[in-house]
């Protein structure tokens, strides 16, 4: 097995996949918004790679980036098709980003905050394929157009064409104003408070008034709700009924999630859940558990 590295020039370090890993798994998790999915189109990636010889790439990272979103694209179509069977709401796979997230600048902290926020990922399952793709190559990763025609296959005029129905479809459902982190914390720390103590009226005072629940447990969890749940009294109800079906003793711990703080269920043995919520006008508006164990694996 041979590593070929692309031509550099003189002072310049060498570039090798390993340069680029980190950077096509962050482009793929924000595709998939799957960790083993992502992790399995890096790898092919690299085999792929593995094929060619240095000569014939003039730019590695260009080269790179075409196998890793042709990759994606004919992975999210699968993944796509296979969501419409799924038991229950399905949400993303979550992703630790404990150190490297507390390291970053602040600057760094929103741009990782908005694009792998739970919140995020799921509204860029509203889009095709093919419009996800240009969304996220130019919003998040500051592609030019013709960048990405290319790594697609694509026409610079569709691509543009693809980011403007993104862009229009995803605005009115951006979250504008997230909450502050000290806030968020706060309110995470409380809501899981009440809820151990079987506090109904603090918790009720938490929630908005259309709040709503999702709870993604792949028909693989006892109790796991299969549809959302809307509504204060309802979710407030809900949440309270969880703690039952929890195992004697799991540690209860707020841990950073996918950039933002969120609950952590686990015992010695694995984890049992990942909740997390989105808060608007100093309530909890959305509430989003992941149960299913094969989503777990990784947290």
Known sequence: MHDSVEPTEPGR????????????????YRMLGSVMDAEDV?????LRYQGRQAENIESLKAYLTTILTRLCLNQLQLAYRRRETYLGPWLPEPLVTGESFEQASPEQRVDEYES?????????????????????LREVFDYEYDEIAA???KNEAA???????????????HPRFPAPRALHTQMLTSFIQAVQL?????????LADDVVLWADGGGKVKGAATRPIVGRLYVARFSMGTTRFLPEGAQI???Q???????VVRTPERVYLVLSIEMVAQRIQTIRIIANPDKLTRV
């Open 257 to 263: 999630v996918n950039g933002q703080p969120a609950v």
């Open 42 to 46: 890096v790898q092919e990636t690299y």
């Open 253 to 255: 711990e707020v841990e």
């Open 13 to 28: 370090p060498v570039e090798t996949f390993e340069t680029y890993r980190a950077y096509l798994f962050s482009i793929a």
């Open 198 to 206: 079987g506090d109904m009226d603090s918790l009720m005072h938490m």
């Open 151 to 153: 790594f697609l296959g």
């Open 159 to 173: 691509c543009r064409q693809s980011f403007s129905r993104a862009k229009k479809h995803l605005a009115d459902h």
């Open 116 to 136: 792998v926020s739970l919140a995020f990922l799921v509204l860029l399952e509203q889009l095709q394929p093919v419009e996800r793709a240009v969304f996220l």
